[in-house]
């Protein structure tokens, strides 16, 4: 389940166009499926940005609703606003369910020799990316350990269930279970133990990374896996962890480890099947203050602030003084594809940097005439008392003029505005990685499991909203816990319906009171740089939730001796294998 | 799908009666036609949102005075418009009454108990409604008022069925009595359920009277396990009379959980809820001798 139920408005307009308002995680996409589906020009269909409620991945295809908006408004002439109910939402689009075969073999030293993965996915009714799913299923699989033989087979199956889209993590979460529980086995086969196992095979540094399938690859240049592992282990208090047999009492508490990760973008040295890039219009104001106009989507992770902050550290601006909310739509800005596969920070941000640079340019040339000297000699600079950035040639500290002096230069002597438009593609997909280490405590009277402590180590490179970070990455962990502990599509096999019929009386999902105490959520972040990202910065958002299944699943072992291959983990099927176990 | 939770989509007539003798009359006028009593309304829309339940004339009784008060001078007298919120926080229904305190605070979120009503609570009939097993336990009754006359049901007694009740077209509850209790009484509840605020896979509760190392009187209702709150009333002979002991309640649970025929639902199992019930009942009923004062013996 998502958060936010999608809505749309259409006004047709008099020259035949249209202009939408819609639940979207990307507005060009938007326009040009209007376009292509009511046979309008273009540039006579306009899409407004607005800011969305959490979609989790289920606006990037455009939502059902919208076009039958838009043909409703076509067909009265009117104005026409649609808005779903929870109801309708959850029968709307789903997660993906997939089924996992899964073989690795490794050496007796703990050494992978190979891999034989095979999947099978419900897609439900509608064909929304099945194809690229299963590639993704590949990547995520092939990316996450060293098997040096693979293979892989994946199906898709068309049901009459309710359509499965891109949601949370676009199946890595489901495909982390299997290989994460399988490491977890292979290490108690191996003798050994999970997190050297991990750290022997891991997917680092110099290797090769499938951010979207086999078709979009790159290297990676920057991995906080090591670090991550070790540095979790010390805070998780790993080394103090038993095995299940030695452990006495009616709860039993449990650690598990797993690790994950979730690509940055989909960019790659070669274009891949995937459009990827961003872009933007920057200029400078008269007043020395900018304007990003960008249709570039936040889905509240926090893109828009970590591009004004961008922004400002090239432009040695104050963040205040950065713009990037208000009035945005399709006529405005260039293309931008959705905010999808964690690429709001690395590829959102990266064009947008590369944007600013270009203004950056033009501001020391116009202020090079000024100056009568070389744009390379001028110094721009932040003047935290004149709440300014500030240009004067270098050593010559006193001679400034700030940005808006500049500007406003500019501006009456008719240079024209300081401003430039461009859009970038980045030619990696760096991955972002995670690993989390959860306590449970399993109440073996009840089955009842609950999670007392988590210690989660993310790296995304250089941080740059930390709060928000963190924030991302506890908010992933209850998704986590939703997926590992409580939500699942339940259909009625006799009529077909859900189960829940659509309603959140029957949908559950983990509130504030079933977790942790937050001071018994620690979040660090790996020491990393990411060499191709904005100031270092690669993303958080999916990867944040890939393996907290897993964790769960394998600290759940941990503690009552017991391994799980499905999702989700009620105290009814605990129960039920406890007494199944103790009649052994 | 059917339903639509954003509107609802039926045509009535809403009444607000500003008096009980106001309201028993529209209750007398309508009693042929369908007329709802909305008190809070938090099972009410719902189902006139989501099932098929129809209704001409829905009138509202939260602003009626005499519906509006709680009386405390001799066990506990709560008027049927009174919020659930208001009853959790009460000093009495805390120190005497812990069992009810703790089922109304299991009830969904507060924003859902400001509205809700125990009358409310008492009327939809839920299986799984979680002031009914402590009601039942405590002995509670409701008073029943009609142009007709007056009456009082044993709560045990008002509640026939899933959604099922004894109330007639023209009555109204006007009030849920609750009797004192012993001093040497304790009394607990106990709710398993998926999240925090969620309906109950399966409640209880438990009522007992010590004296000495003896329980004299007990009443032990499950909730969730059947058409109805009901009562484990072997459970409750094997503890009557009987020296508390921790043999004793093991075997207690036992029995209460072999009583109930629970089923398979989307909330939970059957298995389960038998499984569960026993363990359930240990601990509920060693907290209620505990908080009548009694000690425990091996």
Not at chain 2, 162 to 180: R, S
Not at chain 2, 194 to 212: G, M, P, S, T
Request: proline fraction near 4%.
């Amino acid at each position: 389940m998502q958060l936010e139920t999608k809505s749309a408005v259409c006004v047709p307009e008099a020259d035949g166009g249209i202009t939408v308002w819609t639940t979207s995680q990307g507005i060009h996409n938007v326009r040009i499926l209007l376009g292509n589906v009511f046979n309008i020009p273009l540039n006579k269909v306009n899409v407004k940005r607005i800011t969305l409620g959490g979609s989790f991945g289920s606006s990037i295809q455009m939502n059902s609703i919208t076009p039958i908006c838009v043909a409703l408004a076509l067909k009265t002439k009117r104005p026409v606003k649609l808005v779903t109910t929870r109801e309708e939402d959850i029968y709307d689009h789903s997660k993906y369910p997939l089924k996992t075969n899964l073989k690795i073999g490794a050496k007796k030293n703990g050494t992978l020799t190979a891999a034989h993965c095979q999947v099978q996915v419900e897609i439900g009714g509608h064909n929304i990316q099945a194809y690229p799913y299963l590639g993704c299923i590949a990547g995520w699989f092939a990316s996450l350990y060293k098997y040096k033989n693979l293979k892989y087979e994946g199906t898709a199956i068309y049901t009459n269930k309710v359509p499965c889209c891109a949601m949370q993590g676009y199946g890595n979460p489901q495909i982390n279970f299997a290989v994460e529980s399988l490491m977890d086995i292979l290490a108690e086969k191996l003798d050994m133990d999970p997190v050297e196992l991990r750290l022997k095979n891991f997917v680092g540094k110099g290797d090769e990374f499938w951010g979207q399938g086999p078709t979009v690859r790159s290297i990676i240049r920057s991995c906080g896996v090591e670090e991550m592992l070790i540095e979790g282990a010390k805070l998780a208090g790993w080394k103090r962890r038993i095995p299940p047999f030695k452990k006495t009492g009616d709860i039993k508490r449990g650690i598990g480890v797993a690790r994950g990760f979730h690509t940055s973008g989909t960019g790659g040295p070669n274009p891949g099947e995937v459009i990827d890039y961003s872009g933007a219009t920057i200029k400078i104001n008269e007043d020395g203050s900018v304007d990003v106009v960008t249709a570039l989507m936040d889905h509240g992770g926090g893109t828009w602030d970590a591009a004004a902050k961008v922004v400002a550290e090239v432009l040695k601006v104050p963040f205040e003084k950065v713009g990037i909310y208000n009035g945005i739509d399709t006529r405005t800005t260039v293309f931008d594809v959705n905010t999808h596969a964690t690429r709001g920070i690395y590829c959102g941000c990266g064009a947008i940097k590369y944007v600013a640079e270009k203004v950056k340019e033009i501001l020391l040339s116009y202020t090079a005439t000024l100056f009568k000297d070389l744009p390379e000699n001028l110094e721009l600079t932040c003047n935290k008392k004149l709440g300014q950035a500030i240009i004067y040639p270098r050593e010559i500290p006193q001679n400034y003029m700030t940005v808006g002096e500049i500007a406003e230069h500019a501006h009456i002597t008719s240079w024209g505005t300081i401003s430039y438009t461009a859009t970038l593609r980045q030619k990696n997909c760096p991955p972002c990685f995670i690993t989390h280490f959860v306590e449970v405590e399993v109440n073996t009277k009840t089955g009842e499991i609950s999670i007392p402590r988590a210690v989660i180590m993310g790296d995304s490179g250089t941080v740059i909203n930390p709060d928000l970070w963190e924030g991302q990455i506890i908010g992933a962990f209850s998704r986590g816990l939703g997926f590992s502990l409580l939500e699942e599509t339940k259909y009625d096999l006799n009529n077909g319906k859900l189960e829940c019929n659509g309603m959140i009386t029957d949908y559950k999902i983990p509130t504030a009171l079933d977790m942790p105490k937050v001071d018994n959520i620690i979040v660090r972040s790996a020491h990393t740089y990411e060499p191709t990202g904005p100031f270092g910065a690669k993303g958080i958002g999916e990867a944040a939730l890939s393996s907290v299944g897993s964790a769960v699943a394998n600290a759940i072992y941990n503690a009552i001796g017991i391994r799980f291959y499905e999702l989700p983990i009620t105290p009814e099927k605990v129960l039920k294998a406890l007494k199944e176990k103790s009649k052994k | 799908m059917q339903t639509n939770t954003k509107i609802l989509a039926q045509e009535f007539e809403y009444l607000a009666p500003k008096s009980l003798n106001e309201a028993l009359s529209l209750l007398e006028k309508y009693k042929d036609k369908s007329a709802r009593i909305l008190a809070g309304g938090t099972d009410l829309l719902v189902k006139m949102k989501t099932i098929d339940l129809k209704t001409d004339y829905l009138i509202n009784i939260k602003n009626i005075p005499e519906l509006n008060f709680i009386d405390t001078s001799d066990g506990l007298k709560i008027g049927a418009a009174v919020p659930l919120f208001h009853i959790e926080r009460m000093g009495k229904v805390k120190k005497r009454y812990p069992a009810l305190c703790e089922g109304i605070k299991s009830i969904a979120a507060i924003a859902v108990r400001n509205m809700g009503t125990i009358a409310g609570n008492i009327c939809n009939a839920s299986p799984a409604a979680d002031t009914v097993p402590s009601l039942i336990a405590y002995g509670a009754e409701v008073k029943l008022v009609s142009k007709r006359g007056k009456r009082t049901v044993l709560v045990e007694d008002f509640i026939t069925g899933v959604g099922k009740t004894v109330i007639k077209a023209d009555e109204i509850i006007t009030q849920v009595n609750i009797p004192e209790i012993n001093k040497n009484s304790g009394s607990a509840f106990s709710k398993k359920s998926r999240v925090k605020a969620d309906i109950a896979k399966i409640n209880l509760a438990v009522c007992l009277e010590r004296e000495d190392n003896i329980c004299k009187d007990c009443k032990i209702v499950l909730g969730s396990v059947f058409i109805k709150a009901v009562r484990a009333k072997k459970a409750e002979d094997l503890l009557k009379g009987q020296t508390v002991s921790t043999s004793l309640i093991d075997k207690i649970a036992k029995k209460a959980s072999e009583e109930i025929k629970p089923i398979d639902d989307i909330r939970s199992s059957a298995e389960y809820r038998t499984d569960i019930a026993r363990v359930m009942m240990e601990d509920t009923v060693r907290i209620a001798w505990g908080r009548a004062g009694g000690e425990l013996k091996k």
